[in-house]
């Protein structure tokens, strides 16, 4: 059975500080994405990530894969307050159509 | 429309109820989600769809709960007799391909059984 954990699942910091969000899955697979959710909002996406040694960047957002060790990471760059927000990370194998969603990291950035 | 749309954005159903969700995915998508949400909690696969076919319903928690796409485009998720633990946040989501690309998720409908 495939299962994804992030971690932290809080993470509360300072602007202009750097950090990484964790998120670590059971088995095989061959897609991993990363999206953001604001409160109220629908969920956005940010990466798609489809093969081993994947990096993508998007602003102060880098996201990672490594499929030998099973593990993706969202590392955020110099942080600000307009990246709070909740962000999962979410997992699928070819051989079927869904997702597996990770519990979601909350981040709150303070000015 | 530009993006997903869900309506109702908020349902208040009295247990035992039935309700119907509305998804309009963005037009010319081939592949529509459901996810149900719970607080504080990730999406859980519902069921896929591939046009109009339902190709996949697996999440669905039990035979109280049904999708349709008739026509390839709009779907319903129809919900009979409504439990308490029903409550959540109700996901559609919309790609152009099944696989190996992005989802667009609409708002969600938010469903409380009082």
């Known amino acids: 059975e495939l299962k994804v954990e992030q971690n932290p699942l809080f993470l509360s910091m300072q602007e202009g500080k750097n950090y990484t969000i964790y998120c670590n899955y059971s088995t095989t697979s061959d897609r991993l994405y990363w999206y953001r959710q604001d409160p109220g909002k629908s969920l956005e996406s940010l990466f798609v990530l489809l093969s081993n040694g994947a990096v993508k960047q998007e602003g102060r957002l880098m996201a990672s894969l490594d499929t030998k060790a099973r593990l993706s990471t969202l590392h955020i760059t110099a942080a600000v307050h307009d990246l709070s927000a909740t962000y999962f990370c979410?997992?699928?194998?070819?051989?079927?159509?869904?997702?597996?969603w990770g519990a979601g990291t909350k981040l709150i950035i303070k000015p | 429309g530009a993006g997903v749309s869900q309506s109702p954005r908020y349902k208040v159903a009295k247990r035992g109820q039935d309700v119907a969700l509305r998804c309009d995915p963005i037009s010319g998508h081939v592949s529509l989600f459901w996810y149900q949400q719970a607080l504080g909690q990730g999406p859980e696969f519902l069921t896929y769809f591939q046009n109009e076919a339902q190709l996949d319903k697996s999440g669905l928690p039990s035979d109280r709960f049904f999708a349709e796409r008739p026509e390839g485009s709009v779907s319903t998720l129809k919900i009979q007799r409504t439990q308490q633990e029903d409550s959540a946040v109700y996901l559609c989501?919309?790609?152009?391909?099944?696989?190996?690309?992005?989802?667009?998720f609409g708002q969600g409908t938010r469903l409380t059984v009082v």
């Open positions: 979410a997992v699928g194998r070819d051989s079927n159509y869904q997702l597996i």
């Open positions: 989501a919309s790609s152009l391909v099944a696989l190996n690309t992005e989802a667009f």
